[in-house]
């Protein structure tokens, strides 16, 4: 059986799952979630990218959007609203509000978010082993300009700068708050240890696949593994396919170019990449930076779209593997 790790944060991640297991039905699929985004709301501990995965391979997704359940309602967001309760900008429908009050009550006993997320995949069923990056508390926010605030600068959470702020200002810098402390989540590192290709999604490589590697040991762990290591470009055309990953790219000093993702990452990390045929241009680039690299179709259209790249990046490890 064919042992797959994959790095994964939101919407583009999780779809590329599905088709990945559509693809491959039969292998063993291990999922390193980026808990980056995670955020205290309500009193209660949100986890998007996780429940993102969890709902769209379980079946629960809101399949327009890519986030949130389907079928939902706002009834005590609207009652929160009332009560002028903040932040008002972010919200929670009311089947999602019983996930992270499960989540936050076992947390509270005293479970690791690792066996919180175990429990909860128990209903879900997502067919994949979902593993938080950490059990520690890691929380990734932007530096943006506040001319008001002392040194003209000011930091503010991920979700606030994505979901509330639509990435309306340049990001000066994005921080992993926590990362540098924090350890890899259970059964991490050996996931990666006995996998047979390593793929990264075309999820932003910045707060999504970039926080997972931020944790110490993970990113080590992928280089020094005897495995392929595969990417897909989350850049199609000189833009982000979904999401505004070109304002992080800007922040790290990344150009949001297909080739200029991958050499971010390195050959020292990546054996193979994939870009869409509209970047056929830039295969010369990445394969100068020592990347073995491919132009595809990489539109997720369709999950029968998404599994033909999924099993382009399976191929293009097996070649880098011979």
Known sequence: ???????????????????????????????????????????????????????????????????????????????????????????????????????????????????????????????????????????????????????????????????????????????????????PGPGVLEAIAAADVVLFPPSNPVVSVGTILAVPGVREAIADADVPVVGLSPIVGDAPVHGMADKVLAAVGVEATASAVAEHYGSGLLDGWLVDTVDAGRVGAVEEAGIRCRAVPLMMTGTEATAAMAREALALAEEVRA
């Not at 559509?22 to 995670?38: C, L, R």
């Not at 605030?149 to 990001?171: C, I, L, N, P, T």
């Open 1 to 183: 059986m064919q042992r797959i790790v994959v790095l994964a944060g939101g919407v583009g991640g999780a779809r590329f799952l599905r088709g990945l297991s559509s693809a491959v039905p039969e292998a063993e699929i291990t999922v390193i979630g980026n808990t980056g985004d995670d955020i205290h709301l309500f009193g209660l501990k949100v986890c998007p990218d996780l429940d993102t995965v969890m709902y769209t391979l379980g079946g629960g997704i809101h399949e327009e959007q890519g986030w949130g359940r389907k079928d939902e309602s706002f009834t005590v967001k609207e009652e929160l609203a009332e009560y002028g309760v903040e932040p008002q900008w972010f919200g929670l429908g009311d089947r999602d509000f019983a996930t992270h009050i499960v989540r936050t009550q076992m947390i509270g006993a005293g479970y690791p978010l690792s066996a919180v997320t175990e429990a909860l995949c128990a209903r879900w069923q997502p067919g994949v082993r979902l593993l938080p990056m950490t059990d520690d508390r890691v929380e990734t926010h932007v530096l943006i300009d506040a001319p008001e605030e002392e040194g003209g600068r000011k930091a503010v959470h991920f979700q606030e700068y994505w979901v509330r702020m639509r990435a309306s200002v340049d990001a000066r810098a994005v921080v992993p708050v926590g990362a540098e402390s924090a350890k």
